[in-house]
């Protein structure tokens, strides 16, 4: 009887792993033919419904989550860039030989194509809002509008700005300075947003 039982427990842990392993494998398949569609999709291709015929609903929905992708995709590079900036800026700040630092160089939270052109006039409440919680839009983002607020309020306060300002070129003194109130401004006013 406990031979019997012993059996009975090795068969069904046997039949255990298969069901997982089969589990598995149709998982794997699923998630192949996903990106088989996506790349039909990609290319131009329409997808086709289990009678042959084109089938445009899925097809659609197909580009727009690659479009979504894509989107959310390059939100996240602008704001990795925006952090790792912030980081090298910082870090020149270290040791003897600080490097020097202009209006340019400055991490400003807006979306700029061209960071050459950059000019006081770009910093404002919308461009500030749009770049610091269009992140937050992003699937699977663990970061709450308060919380992205509260850092950037953090972070661009003057008291904490003086080690940046010591270390700005004198003829972008009065324009870094003039930045970072704005850029506050635009902070707080976005605080005070319900």
């Not at 052109?117 to 937050?136: A, H, I, Q, R």
């Not at 306060?157 to 850029?183: C, F, N, W």
Request: proline letters at 2%; one cysteine or more; aromatic letters at 4%.
């Amino acid at each position: 009887q406990k031979i019997e039982a012993e059996r009975i427990s090795i068969w069904e842990a046997r039949l255990e792993r298969e069901a997982e392993g089969r589990h598995q494998q149709l998982a794997r398949e699923k998630c192949e033919a996903r990106r088989g569609e996506e790349e039909w999709v990609r290319s131009g291709g329409i997808l086709r419904d289990a009678n042959g015929k084109r089938d445009m609903v899925k097809t659609q929905a197909v580009r727009d989550e690659l479009k979504l992708r894509e989107v959310e995709a390059q939100l996240v590079r602008k704001w990795e860039t925006y952090e790792r900036r912030w980081k090298e800026l910082s870090a020149g700040g270290r040791g003897d030989t600080k490097a020097t630092v202009t209006f340019q160089d400055i991490p400003w939270p807006v979306d700029i194509e061209n960071r050459d052109t950059l000019e006081l006039c770009d910093l404002s409440v919308k461009k500030v809002e749009d770049f610091l919680l269009g992140g937050l839009r992003v699937r699977g983002n663990q970061v709450t509008k308060k919380d992205r607020i509260r850092s950037s309020l953090l972070r661009w306060h003057p008291d904490k700005m003086t080690a940046m300002l010591a270390r700005v070129v004198d003829e972008d003194v009065k324009i870094v300075k003039q930045g970072v109130s704005v850029v506050m401004m635009c902070l707080q006013e976005l605080n005070a947003k319900p």
